[in-house]
């Protein structure tokens, strides 16, 4: 059964930081791996879609990448803002097993 | 463009009541994926259609918990003799053709059993 790990659990950063965010996985043999930030009281909102055969995604200030052979992706935000403020989930494979998330809060 | 749609945002319910969630996934998109999200945990596969089939529907709980989509676009959730093990945000998610691809997510039904 697929296990999905994401660390830190919160994380609190000023604004301007630059930051990375972490998803480990225990079986390799994942479709895709997607990430999506989560607002309170809000649905999902899709960030990036890595496809099992690509390494990394970038859009705008997000750039995620990921290794299959270690099981892990990482999601980087540079120039942190205080509307980056959310929890951040990675979900893995076309049965969407989600990680826990990492509720970011950039301080202003 | 108009995107994933739930309702009712919110609903209390007697331990014991039956409930039905309806989502209104994007026109045209052809899979249709419900999830259940416990407070601070990441959202559960409960169940996926594409069309009007119900692909899989290894995630539900128990069998107090039923999904149907049967003209391929509006999906109901439907759970049976409530308890409150069962209280969550339920979020149902679409997409284009099939899974694997982006989904769309609506803001979720909050369910609250007393």
């Known amino acids: 059964k697929q296990e999905v790990t994401q660390i830190p659990a919160a994380l609190s950063v000023p604004e301007g930081e630059n930051l990375v965010l972490n998803c480990s996985f225990t079986d390799s043999a994942i479709y895709n791996l997607q990430w999506f930030r989560q607002d309170p009281g809000k649905g999902l909102t899709s960030l990036l879609l890595i496809q099992s055969s690509q390494r990394e995604q970038t859009s705008g200030r997000l750039n995620a990448s990921l290794d299959k052979s270690s099981g892990r992706s990482t999601l980087y935000i540079a120039a942190s803002q205080p509307g980056d403020s959310a929890t951040y989930l990675c979900?893995?494979?076309?049965?969407?097993?989600f990680g826990a998330g990492t509720r970011l809060t950039v301080k202003p | 463009g108009a995107g994933v749609s739930q309702s009712p945002r919110y609903k209390v319910a007697k331990r014991g009541q039956d409930v039905a969630l309806r989502c209104d996934p994007i026109?045209?998109?052809?899979?249709l994926f419900w999830y259940q999200q416990a407070l601070g945990q990441g959202p559960e596969f409960l169940t996926y259609f594409q069309n009007e089939a119900q692909l899989d529907k290894s995630g539900l709980p128990s069998d107090r918990f039923f999904a149907e989509r049967p003209e391929g676009s509006v999906s109901t959730l439907k759970i049976q003799r409530t308890q409150q093990e069962d209280s969550a945000v339920y979020l149902c998610?679409?997409?284009?053709?099939?899974?694997?691809?982006?989904?769309?997510f609506g803001p979720g039904t909050r369910l609250l059993v007393l």
């Open positions: 026109s045209g998109h052809v899979s």
């Open positions: 998610a679409s997409s284009q053709y099939r899974g694997g691809e982006t989904q769309y």
């Open positions: 979900a893995l494979g076309n049965d969407m097993r």
